[in-house]
């Protein structure tokens, strides 16, 4: 009984670490290099920027989803036209969640670390595709 107690206090104890890991992420939104400001737009035209990591395969612009909380990536679902700001610069896209073999293959050219995987509670890994939008001249 003893052992049990202290497994269901190590589960919380680890759930905790998980929530405050991934609240802090979402509240800090830390920028560096490697990252970009993905913009999604919801159903109302409201504008949502998030910072996340650029991941690159085959010479494909990607973003993981990587954590529980994903409601961006809900939004690209819904209204798959983004904004990509990389560089202080901001273009148009188009985000495609890819699965099968593209999925495999970029899920092997990023993988992550066993802590990362730890900290953010072992989350199913996907991926969106970021195809550039041609702007045209008005």
Known sequence: MRILRYLIILGV???GVVV???AMLGFVQPQQEGT???TTIDE??????RVVSLL??????YVGVNHWPRAWWERTKAN???KVTEDGETKPYTATTVS???HDRVEADNPHTLLFKVLTGF????????????????
């Open 13 to 15: 104890l680890y759930v």
């Open 20 to 22: 405050a890991f991934e």
């Open 36 to 38: 970009i400001v993905l």
């Open 44 to 49: 109302d035209g409201a504008e949502h920027p």
């Open 56 to 61: 690159t395969s085959d010479d494909q612009k």
């Open 80 to 82: 798959p036209n983004v």
């Open 100 to 102: 099968g073999a593209e």
């Open 123 to 138: 989350p199913p890994r996907y991926f969106v595709r970021l195809d550039p939008v041609e702007e045209t001249a008005e």
